[in-house]
């Protein structure tokens, strides 16, 4: 089971919503108008409300979501979702900052405020409620990692010459620094290094197809199949 991190994204007063999510495929499809798009499938089931936070008991409000299956669940997290009455083994666990307006206690059971509908502790976020086509949105993911790459393919440098009896310098960056002065590299220099693993953020993407247990996004997201992805509505 992946390590749980207390993930935090500031929301705006205007937006919408928010889900959590896992890339599944990218292909292509027609608009209405005949244009050919590049579109990204994300899969949202399982998806439900594992917690509210208030100021008042935490210092903040936030909602927190339950995201995809796993195994080997730490105690706590068990403990969590027990407590909001899940039975699925959920594997990612991240909160998301809200206003207190978003947030309504019914009966003495906290509830999440999207729109027209309230989403209670223990209940699941469904795509279909939250976003409709044409939607914008921001995703955000971790890029595929590639490992240690050299200055050309990580920094795109062009490499020495071809000719005049180079040898072994083609993809070499060539002078990394001055002599006397300042006498060292400085900071931030591009250099060869580990490449991906980021957390990359793509904005302004539009919904093309919502279901209740996916949605097909207009573009390309970050990330590998099956990469858990955080999208929130503009």
């Not at 889900?19 to 108008?33: E, H, R, V, W």
């Not at 976020?125 to 890029?143: H, L, N, R, W």
């Amino acid at each position: 089971m992946a390590p749980i991190w207390g993930f935090f994204i500031c929301l705006k007063k205007k937006m919408k919503g928010f889900i959590l999510g896992a890339k599944q495929d990218q292909s292509q499809t027609f608009s209405q108008n005949g244009e050919r798009i590049p579109v990204t499938r994300i899969s949202t089931a399982p998806c439900y409300v594992v917690g509210i936070h208030e100021t008042a008991t935490r210092g903040y409000n936030a909602v927190k979501l339950g995201f995809g299956t796993g195994h080997n669940m730490g105690k706590p997290a068990k403990g969590e979702l027990k407590k909001a009455g899940i039975t699925a083994p959920l594997r990612f666990l991240r909160e998301f900052r809200v206003s207190a307006d978003a947030i309504t206690e019914e009966n003495g059971k906290k509830a999440l405020v999207i729109g027209e509908t309230k989403v209670f502790i223990g209940e699941e976020v469904k795509p279909s409620i939250v976003f409709k086509a044409g939607d914008k949105i921001d995703v955000t993911g971790t890029s595929k990692g590639k490992g240690f790459q050299g200055v050309v393919r990580r920094h795109g440098f062009s490499g020495g010459p071809k000719t005049h009896g180079q040898s072994d310098r083609w993809r070499a960056p060539g002078s990394i620094g001055a002599g006397t002065t300042p006498g060292r590299i400085l900071k931030g220099k591009r250099m060869a290094g580990r490449m991906g693993g980021d957390r990359i953020t793509v904005k302004g993407l539009e919904v093309v197809e919502v279901k209740d247990t996916e949605m097909t996004v207009k573009g390309l997201v970050p990330g590998y199949r099956t990469g858990l992805l955080r999208i929130v509505a503009e």
